[in-house]
């Protein structure tokens, strides 16, 4: 009789679909769980959507209401079934049994829309896909031309959006292609797919897609390159935001192509270097990794959101994504507290250069979850009590300019 024969997959399956993953695991591990266990956590509500910590490669995020006691303990018994003999095959044969496993509903399409989102177009604008292709594989994107598009060298905006979105999903829950028709500026959405990662997460924890020149760093870069070279955009000014998994992808452009991004946007995210596998991935997020990031001489300009209530990935990754961006640089510092319109607090602290340039940016969100500050609930994993995390990272760009392009 194998493992696989005696677990209730059936079982396996719903209870992490619920976000009940200390059980689902406690299954695979071959013990009992009480009948209904998930049954607090299949309702869903309003508001922010937040993260559990992925008891399996690629991790799945999970709806409100979801009880979260036990996560700390998931992540442990996740690190001791992957060392138990049989147990990794056995996720692996769960995982070609039920392909979506995990995922959120109607969340397993591909760089189309999710949970049914239509992007809205004004009338003039485009928000177009394409396909870029190299060594290292190939991805598709979308891109929003605004209206106001001439011709003219404009910014460019890369988006990279979290687990189990894509770049509609991501686009209408950032609401960053509106401000694109506002300010004038072109955004691009690298999709990830299924067959790069389950939940479709950027693989920031993967050696390999940590190197200039390799793996996913390599494609997302050449996106924002193409995208330069199609629109005869200004490649001096190219920056990327992204939102955990991609906010961690973000990290790793500015580690790896300083040459390209002028600046960079952290929401929710880890530093280039936190992880180099799954067992160092659960360490970091839960704010005991090794922070190994390569240096870049003065390093990229750096904008952090973060929620100090994130159990998901904790706080302590958006303050190393900021002390790991410009390690050799004398700033001043300035910190200010302030409250959204929705209510949220933060604290907004600021170090600038010599000619008052704001180099760093850290906004601290006062009981925030894992979400995008400020962003529309027509998109998944957003909070829209707080602060304009998309307005504010614009505004934070377009002070600067990258001298190497």
Not at 3 to 24: K, N, P, Y
Not at 151 to 156: E, F, K
Request: aromatic share 6%; proline share 5%.
């Amino acid at each position: 009789m194998t493992a696989f024969s005696t677990i209730d997959m059936a079982e396996v399956t719903r209870l992490t679909r619920a976000g009940q993953l200390s059980e689902a695991m406690a299954l695979l591990q071959g013990k009992s769980v009480s009948p209904g266990a998930a049954q607090a956590g299949d309702q869903g509500g309003a508001g922010t959507i937040d993260m559990v910590a992925p008891a399996m490669s690629g991790g799945a995020w999970t709806a409100p209401g979801i009880d979260r006691t036990g996560a700390d303990e998931a992540v442990s018994a996740a690190k001791a079934a992957f060392a138990r003999p049989g147990l990794a095959e056995t996720i692996q044969t769960l995982r070609e049994r039920f392909p979506k496993m995990g995922a959120m509903p109607d969340l397993g399409r591909g760089i189309g829309s999710a949970r049914g989102v239509t992007v809205a177009v004004p009338e003039g604008a485009r928000f177009e896909e394409r396909s870029f292709s190299n060594e290292a594989g190939s991805r598709a994107y979308k891109v929003y031309v605004p209206s106001g598009y001439q011709g003219q060298a404009l910014p460019v905006v890369v988006m990279l959006h979290g687990c189990t979105q894509n770049p509609d999903d991501f686009a209408a829950g950032t609401r960053m292609n509106e401000l694109a028709e506002e300010q004038t500026f072109l955004v691009a959405y690298p999709g990830q797919p299924q067959s790069a990662n389950m939940q479709k997460c950027w693989n920031w924890f993967n050696a390999a897609d940590q190197q200039r020149g390799r793996g996913e760093p390599s494609l997302i870069a050449g996106i924002a390159l193409e995208v330069v070279k199609e629109f005869s955009a200004d490649s001096s000014r190219v920056y990327a935001a992204g939102l955990s998994a991609g906010g961690a992808a973000a990290a790793i452009m500015a580690a790896t192509y300083p040459d390209v991004f002028a600046a960079i946007g952290v929401h929710s995210g880890l530093p280039c270097g936190a992880a180099s596998d799954m067992p160092s991935a659960f360490a970091a997020m839960n704010g005991s990794g090794s922070f190994k990031a390569p240096r870049n001489g003065a390093g990229v300009p750096t904008i952090v959101f973060h929620g100090d209530a994130d159990s998901t990935v904790k706080p302590v990754n958006g303050d190393q994504v900021i002390a790991l961006a410009m390690p050799n640089a004398s700033l001043a510092r300035m910190a200010t507290r302030g409250e959204s319109e929705g209510g949220m607090g933060f604290t907004r602290t600021v170090r600038t250069d010599a000619s008052g340039r704001a180099m760093l940016e850290h906004w601290a969100l006062h009981g925030a979850g894992h979400a995008w500050s400020g962003g529309s609930s027509d998109g998944s994993y957003t909070d829209p009590r707080g602060p304009d995390a998309s307005r504010e990272m614009v505004r934070f760009f377009m002070s600067h300019a990258n001298r190497s392009s």
